[in-house]
């Protein structure tokens, strides 16, 4: 059976590819991620993607499908209870979550953790909603400036998020509250997946902007992960954007902020030329966190587009040992009612230039089945407790 010196995962956040069996439990019947930003588009240029089996495994509008894709595509059925990107990305590597995440979407936080929340940071708190950081900060931003009163919103996530201007809330003063944020949401009712630091620069409405010094509080894994172990096997495990504060650097050797989903392809683009062993595990989050809770098809094709883009040099790097994987974490349908993730199947598509076979795989049953071909292609057991089976002997 053949092996690959280097693997690279590409999650494309929220790239949903259809309503999973259990759609109608989360209120997502009908939900399409794909097929519906292609119905948004006047045009659809994508054949990088197309080239690797997209529209084969999708048909989609204005994307035809190939007759001699390259390598093999399947769709993924999420196992595990939730849609959020840590239930995603954790069962990718293995863990199967039977307990979602909090989230507070149509609440708000509770009236108990805000007060202790104000009571430990000493700031007056604002915000407590749903919503996405641009409104938050045209609405409030003024008013934080001014006053020192902190911003405290949520999303469609299992998420508390935290706003401070960099020049008059300061740095390291938005950390400090994040961290008695994260201890205090560490209680079962309050737990959420993730505190998040989300500073700005600007002094009034119309001139915000969010800066990169964003840092994420995540939950660690509740167990090792594929992760663990190939970094216990001397294998080295680099991650772009995302995924070190989703795994909360468990199992990670070498982790890479990216600014953009761009700018996440370009570091990969640079890490491909470096000689290593093991996985380089990429998230691209700007899918997902700009277009599909924004619910904007067609700023969602067009950054699918530039992605294309940056793959089709992906894909010319490639050695005859290195191997591929393009799937995603949940589905976000930009066209769904509402701004929550939606409930779908993902993609994978799987290339190495070594590949004599192509084709459609049967549909597997979980997304840990990326996670276990990787542990069996590097010869390592899968950590106890885990889930997946391996696609390896199938990638001829």
């Known amino acids: ?82 849609k959020d990107t840590m239930t995603g990305h954790w069962e990718m590597m293995g863990l199967y979550i039977d307990t979602p ?29 749903a919503a996405s950081g641009t409104e938050i900060l045209d609405e409030l931003g003024e008013h934080e400036i001014a ?67 964003r840092h ?14 190939l970094q216990e096997h001397g294998y080295d495990v680099i991650s772009v954007g995302k995924i070190n504060d989703i795994f909360v650097g468990e199992g990670i050797s070498e982790a890479y902020k990216s600014k953009s989903s761009v700018h996440g392809m370009e570091q990969t683009i640079d890490i491909m030329k470096k000689d290593f062993q093991g996985l380089c595990f990429v998230n691209l989050v700007d899918f997902d966190a700009l277009w599909g809770h924004r619910r904007n098809p067609v700023g969602y094709g067009e950054e699918l587009e530039r992605f294309d883009e940056k793959l089709g040099i992906v894909l010319k790097q490639l050695k005859e040992d290195d191997l591929l994987i393009i799937t995603a974490d949940h589905g976000n349908d930009p066209t769904y009612k509402g701004s ?18 192509h084709g459609l795989l049967a549909l597997r049953d979980s997304f840990a089945d990326i996670g276990a071909s990787i542990a069996e292609n590097f010869a390592i057991e899968m950590p106890e407790n885990t889930i997946g089976t391996s696609m390896l002997a199938l990638w001829k």
Not at 151 to 165: E, F, K, M, R, W
């Open 1 to 82: 059976m053949k092996t690959y010196k280097r693997v690279f995962a590409i999650v494309v956040d929220s790239l949903g590819v259809g309503a999973a069996p259990n759609a109608k439990a989360y209120g997502d019947e009908g939900c399409d991620t794909l097929g519906h930003i292609a119905m948004h588009m006047e045009n659809f240029h994508i054949p990088n993607l197309a080239k690797l089996g997209l529209a084969n495994l999708h048909p989609m509008q204005h994307v035809a499908s190939v007759q001699e894709p390259m390598g093999y595509y399947t769709k993924m059925i999420e196992r595990s209870v939730g």
């Open 101 to 129: 995440f909090q989230t507070f979407t149509e609440s708000g936080f509770p009236k108990e953790l805000l007060d202790e929340l104000s009571k430990r940071t000493g700031h007056k708190i604002v915000g407590n909603k």
């Open 147 to 213: 006053t020192g009163d902190m911003i405290v919103y949520t999303s469609a996530d299992s998420v508390l998020q935290i706003c401070g201007n960099e020049e008059t809330f300061g740095l390291d003063e938005l950390y400090c509250c994040c961290e008695i944020a994260r201890e205090l949401t560490m209680k079962p009712e309050w737990k959420v997946g993730r505190v998040i630091a989300r500073p700005y620069i600007g002094k009034k409405k119309g001139e915000f902007k969010r800066t990169a010094n």
């Open 216 to 229: 994420d509080y995540a939950l660690k894994p509740y167990g090792k992960t594929v992760l663990n172990a």
């Open 340 to 357: 929550d993730h939606t409930k779908e199947m993902v993609p994978m598509l799987a290339y190495s230039p070594s590949m004599q076979g």
